[in-house]
T-cell receptor, first 115, second 113 residues
């Protein structure tokens, strides 16, 4: 049973436009959500995160929105640039007092930015 | 600041052979994680260390996998014997105390023939 779902395996967006990547989760114990970006043959690179006490977090061109009631989060990239082409993973964790649990990842969305 | 270091980057072995992966976390990070990523999937947790203590190894296949983190810094993940299904990328990550953000190394790509 997948606890973190990214239902779009791929997404193609024109350069300069907005990219919106979506993620759904089922485990109500998750209290921290992260987005990672991954290039081929590299490890995932941390992009942006959001705590469950917030509904929005912004960092430059990247904004993450969290809708707890719908168990849904999204990553917005504005404007999209060619270097944004990569696989994006949504991840979630629960803090268990002694430290952050391991992350539960979605399967990823391959974002392609077209010139 | 140096990132998470892993070696080797690539490893090809025949089935039933042993293999070991090494990880050096970011300096000062007390929490260390090992993940396995299969093709087309997201990473999946194998084991989590708080300093030298393995606090979550519930997903580690203990019949063939073992891990250690001596002195609470570097860590080694071992598979013995390797099976064809172990072909995957093995990722190490670390995080500082009190943080839920994990920082990943480049991974070791294992191919079992």
């Amino acid at each position: 049973d997948q606890q973190v779902k990214q239902n779009s395996p791929s997404l193609s967006v024109q350069e300069g436009r907005i990219s919106i990547l979506n993620c759904d989760y089922t485990n109500s114990m998750f209290d921290y959500f992260l987005w990672y970006k991954k290039y081929p043959a590299e490890g995932p690179t941390f992009l942006i995160s959001i705590s469950s006490i917030k509904d929005k977090n912004e960092d430059g061109r990247f904004t993450v929105f969290l809708n707890k009631s719908a168990k849904h989060l999204s990553l917005h990239i504005v404007p999209s640039q060619p270097g944004d082409s990569a696989v994006y993973f949504c991840a979630a964790s629960a803090y268990s007092g002694g430290g952050a649990d391991g992350l539960t990842f979605g399967k990823g969305t391959h974002l392609i930015i077209q010139p | 600041e140096a990132g998470v270091v892993q070696s080797p980057r690539y490893k090809i072995i025949e089935k039933k052979q042993p293999v070991a992966f090494w990880c050096n976390p970011i300096s000062g990070h007390n929490t260390l994680y090992w993940y396995r990523q299969n093709l087309g999937q997201g990473p999946e947790l194998l084991i989590r260390y708080e300093n030298e203590e393995a606090v979550d190894d519930s997903q580690l296949p203990k019949d063939r996998f073992s891990a250690e983190r001596l002195k609470g810094v570097d860590s080694t993940l071992k598979i013995q014997p390797a099976e064809l299904g172990d072909s995957a990328v093995y990722l190490c990550a670390s995080s500082p105390r009190g943080s839920e953000t994990q920082y990943f190394g480049p991974g070791t790509r294992l191919l079992v023939l």
